[in-house]
């Protein structure tokens, strides 16, 4: 769906756009940092999600005729519109690996280009950063919990609008096995399934007539949606009389779905009354606001589902409406630039960086992160970026460097994965990661610090600012 055109903006952007070029900076170099400040759902990781989509919008991004024409009648001069008829991002962008695990106030993200292209690609960019980082971070939390059950994403109806289409890619890279989103589907090659609704039971006068005709229609991955009247005395019998009907026929019906009551006591009981019906093979699937909690709970009452059905809470973040991911200038025209602010963990970090993750010698990731400048290969003793006088010696571990070239000269460099390739690399990255921080209640805190350099080109800046004032 990649029908985005360069007005998918804030009307600020191309504002400065507009005097950037009226004064002859627009050619001026820019580098831009994107990360986020908290980490959502109170845990100790998010997972980075977004990146294949974003570098390919930003690849194609141009203004259409149409644009122009709209650009126009909003007041933008002719000879700004003549440039911006042959925009084009030809930028170099560094970044994290799609689907590794990440960190707050660490950049995730650089981006380095002349201002006009940097501020045009922004929104663009935290609308889909922030919202796949968002959704990807919370199916990686249920992942985490269902083990090796059958996770399907049925969020679309309860998304914000659109929404659903990203969400239903960056669930993949979370760990979801399938969605119920067509377009979706078939966009980014992710399985998709389905069962049937409440709807089309009611349409019958009888439940076992439905199911019949569902059977005969739709034999293959044929799924009974059970508790329309009453589970366990009319919909698992019904089931259980055309699952037979079926085995008479050489088919097989895929499983039956549970979407309310007491799911752990139904899903025991109905599985009681398919094995002894001898099907065995037929699954236990569950729906009604399931999220990671829930779905934990289940499993420790040993309710025997196999496939679980997340929609709004999956979808919608909750409960955090955003990641509150950001995009902050770092270095302009030969010069390292800082935001100041009263708040000391909303200064920025300037210049041009690198991130490294700090590993033991088996490999294992000891929790921390350190950011240097971006020539700097090694960093032998991180600081706390605002208490300086906790560090931590790095000399005797690995270090990784995390930002790789991804775009140069706005071409895409790395190559293509599939979104199992995406999900399974998350799987490695959170394996490396200890235990401590992917529990829910009070993980254990990353640790970020900077590099003995950085920090004195940061407290320069601060220093030449206060020295300004005085
Ligand atoms: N055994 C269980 N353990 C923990 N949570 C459960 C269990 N069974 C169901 N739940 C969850 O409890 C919540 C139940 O909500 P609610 O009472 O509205 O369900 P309901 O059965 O659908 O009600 P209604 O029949 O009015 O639709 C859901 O989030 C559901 O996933
Ligand atoms: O609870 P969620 O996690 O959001 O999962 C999606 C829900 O959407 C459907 O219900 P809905 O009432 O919309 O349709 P239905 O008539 O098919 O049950 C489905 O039966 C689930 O209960
Ligand atoms: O296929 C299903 O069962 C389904 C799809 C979307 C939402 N709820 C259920």
Same mark, same amino acid.
């Given at each position: ?96 690996? %799609? ?12 981006? %380095? ?267 032998? %003793? ?49 394996? %490396? ?38």
């Amino acid at each position: 769906m990649n029908n985005f055109t360069a007005t998918y903006t804030d009307q600020y952007q191309l504002a400065m756009a507009e005097v950037y070029f009226k004064q002859g900076r627009h050619r001026e170099k820019a580098v831009f940092d994107y990360f986020f400040r908290d980490l959502p759902f109170s845990g100790g990781f998010a997972v980075f999600a977004g990146l294949e989509e974003v570098l390919e919008i930003i690849r194609d991004l141009h203004f259409s005729k149409e644009d122009l024409e709209y650009l126009s009648d909003q007041g933008f001069s002719d000879d700004f519109l003549k440039f911006l008829k042959d925009f084009r991002f030809r930028g170099t962008i560094y970044s994290c690996k %799609e689907g590794d695990v990440v960190f707050p106030t660490r950049p995730i993200l650089q981006v %380095e280009a002349s201002i006009i292209e940097a501020q045009i690609i922004e929104t663009l960019l935290l609308n889909i950063l922030n919202y796949e980082t968002l959704i990807a971070t919370k199916a990686s939390r249920i992942r985490l919990v269902a083990g090796d059950g059958i996770l399907l994403d049925f969020g679309m109806r309860r998304a914000q609008a659109t929404g659903a289409y990203f969400g239903s890619r960056a669930a993949m890279v979370g760990g979801f096995d399938g969605t119920s989103n067509v377009i979706a589907g078939r966009n980014y090659e992710i399985p998709v399934s389905g069962t049937m609704a409440h709807s089309f039971i009611q349409s019958y006068d009888d439940e076992l007539k439905a199911f019949r005709d569902f059977a005969q229609g739709r034999p293959e991955g044929c799924v009974f949606l059970v508790d329309t009247y009453n589970t366990l005395k009319s919909g698992v019998p019904n089931a259980i009389k055309v699952a037979k009907e079926m085995e008479a026929r050489g088919q097989k019906l895929l499983a039956i779905r549970l979407d309310s009551g007491d799911l752990a006591y139904l899903a025991k009981k109905s599985r009681q009354l398919l094995d002894d019906a001898g099907l065995e093979y037929v699954k236990i699937a569950a729906s009604n606001q399931l999220d990671e909690y829930v779905i934990k709970s289940l499993l420790e009452q040993q309710a025997p589902i196999d496939i679980f059905g997340v929609g709004t809470n999956l979808i919608t973040g909750d409960p955090d409406a955003a990641l509150d991911g950001v995009y902050k200038l770092a270095w302009f025209n030969g010069k390292p630039r800082i935001k100041i602010s009263e708040s000391i963990i909303k200064v920025t970090l300037p210049h041009k960086k690198q991130v490294f993750r700090i590993k033991d010698a088996s490999g294992k990731c000891v929790g921390a992160d350190a950011i240097g400048l971006y020539h700097e290969d090694r960093i032998d %003793e991180m600081y706390h970026p605002f208490e300086p006088y906790k560090s931590m010696k790095l000399s005797e571990f690995r270090q990784e460097a995390l930002l790789n070239k991804v775009m140069e000269n706005g071409k895409i460099l790395q190559e293509h994965r599939s979104l199992s390739q995406i999900a399974e690399y998350s799987v490695s990255r959170l394996s %490396e990661l200890p235990i401590e921080y992917k529990r829910f209640n009070n993980p254990h805190i990353y640790k970020i610090g900077i590099s003995e350099t950085l920090r004195q080109e940061r407290d320069k800046l601060i220093h030449n600012y206060k020295q300004s004032l005085s």
